[in-house]
Nanobody, 121 residues
């Protein structure tokens, strides 16, 4: 069984930085891609940033130039460095892993439980 655990959420003032971490566990052989998403109550979950196993990245327009996604495929840990945070960045942030291959089974997609980021004005 694969598990993703996010950490690093909290309360930060407008303009401040925060770094989220996501650690995957579970006898993983490979992960095709990983992403960070966020959700505000009452709204749909949206993709914030993604990174492939080859290192290609993409970002939502709303975070380009402020957020940086990175990862360590050796230990399946990924990060989201968030800079110049704005109140509208307040949300629960989730990481997910796509096309996860393990010794026992393959998973099309796995999600973490989420971590809350609150940006105070």
């Amino acid at each position: 069984q694969v598990q993703l655990v996010e950490s690093g959420g909290g309360v930060v003032q407008t303009g401040g930085p925060l770094r989220l971490s996501c650690v995957a566990s579970g006898s993983i052989s490979s992960v095709n891609a990983m992403g960070w998403h966020r959700q505000v109550p009452g709204k749909q979950r949206e993709m914030v940033a993604g990174i492939t196993s080859g290192g290609s990245t993409l970002y939502a327009d709303s975070v380009k130039g402020r957020f940086l996604i990175s990862g360590n495929n050796a230990n399946y840990t990924w990060y989201l460095q968030m800079n110049n945070l704005k109140p509208e960045d307040t949300a629960v942030y989730y990481c997910n892993a796509v096309r996860v291959v393990t010794r026992g089974a393959d998973y099309s997609e796995v999600w973490g439980q989420g971590t809350l980021v609150t940006v105070s004005s």
